[in-house]
């Protein structure tokens, strides 16, 4: 089996930057000065104060993503014999094997679809991670039932693509297991 390399998107990491950092403004000017957003919608400055928290904790993870991933390895996803080595997203996991996957699922949230990758053994999948990725993949588990997901969002490869490609190797590989 080649090994396939896809890499990131310089330009797509870059508008993931550039939100982030946007986001992280508003959650510091939302927590200094919230009474200045007050209006009927928004009437409590604590809950303000609330939503710059978790603005600048989300989106500073998410901007703290771009720059290592711009500063660093360019190469997103791999395929190859083992499986896939997964970085396309926060919540990337590394290699997920082949012989761990027991299917694949497309899912769209808004206009960002998702393929899942449901394993046999989430748990150990979990267990491999720590901090802001735990919860990552937790939330990813609690809301789909498999904790990996991969998104083509910062790659430069077309989602259909991405999506058929791994289905045919999962395919390839688990009927040269039968065989």
């Keep these: 089996m080649d090994r396939i390399e896809i890499p990131l998107s310089k330009s ?4 993931i930057l ?4 946007a986001f992280v403004i508003i959650g510091v000017i939302f927590i200094i000065n919230p009474e200045r957003f007050v209006s009927a919608r928004m009437s409590n400055p604590g809950l303000l104060r609330l939503l710059g928290i978790a603005s600048i904790v989300f989106f500073g ?5 771009a720059i290592k991933k711009l500063l660093g390895n360019p ?3 791999v395929i190859d014999e083992e499986g896939i080595i997964d970085n396309t997203n926060a919540a990337g996991i590394g290699l997920i094997k082949w012989a761990d996957i027991t299917g694949l699922e497309r899912v769209q ?3 960002t679809k998702i393929l899942l990758v449901h394993i046999s053994n989430p748990e150990e999948y979990l267990n491999r ?7 990552l993949i937790k939330g990813n588990y609690n809301m789909y039932g498999t904790p990996l997901s991969i998104t083509s969002n910062a790659l430069k490869y077309n989602f259909n693509d991405l999506e058929r490609l791994i289905a045919e190797r999962l395919l390839k ?7």
């Excluded at 993870?61 to 993503?65: G, S």
């Excluded at 590989?173 to 065989?179: D, L």
């Design 173 to 179: 590989k688990k009927q040269t297991e039968i065989a």
């Design 18 to 21: 550039l939100g982030g950092l």
């Design 75 to 77: 190469i997103g996803l």
């Design 109 to 111: 949230v808004k206009s």
């Design 61 to 65: 993870a998410l901007t703290m993503y």
């Design 129 to 135: 991670t720590k901090g802001f990725k735990k919860l």
């Design 12 to 15: 797509k990491l870059l508008l």
